[in-house]
């Protein structure tokens, strides 16, 4: 059974740094494309970063390019995502998202397993 569980969320001020992590169970991790998505207070889930199993193909959404990275350890089993210069407008609960092909793809419905999300506060 796949499981993907995310820790490191918490309540920030702007400008601040968090690191959220993605430990997965359950599955050859190194054979799946990894993605970060987040959902804000009454808004659809958004596509923030996605990286493929051998890291040549990562994706970032353009409200977050130069200043969040993600990364995996495919040794631990775990998908990372660093934030830097957070922004009130980052707030959300961040999820964790995992599918078995080898390209990164935007969508929410491509992935099929998710985390249970770990929220992600920024004030101003």
């Known amino acids: 059974q796949v499981q993907l569980v995310e820790s490191g969320g918490g309540l920030v001020q702007a400008g601040d740094s968090l690191r959220l992590s993605c430990v997965v169970s359950g599955v050859t991790f190194g054979t799946y494309t990894m993605a970060w998505f987040r959902q804000a207070p009454g808004r659809e889930r958004t596509f923030v970063a996605g990286i493929n199993w051998d890291v040549r193909r990562i994706l970032y959404a353009d409200s977050v390019k130069g200043r969040f990275t993600i990364s995996r350890n495919n040794t631990r089993n775990t998908v990372y995502l660093r934030m830097n210069s957070l922004k009130p407008e980052d707030t959300g609960v961040y999820y964790c998202?995992?599918?078995?092909?080898?390209?990164?793809?935007?969508?929410?419905?491509?992935?099929?397993?998710w985390g249970q999300g770990t929220q992600v506060t920024v004030s101003s």
């Open positions: 998202a995992a599918a078995r092909f080898s390209v990164v793809d935007r969508r929410e419905r491509s992935y099929t397993s």
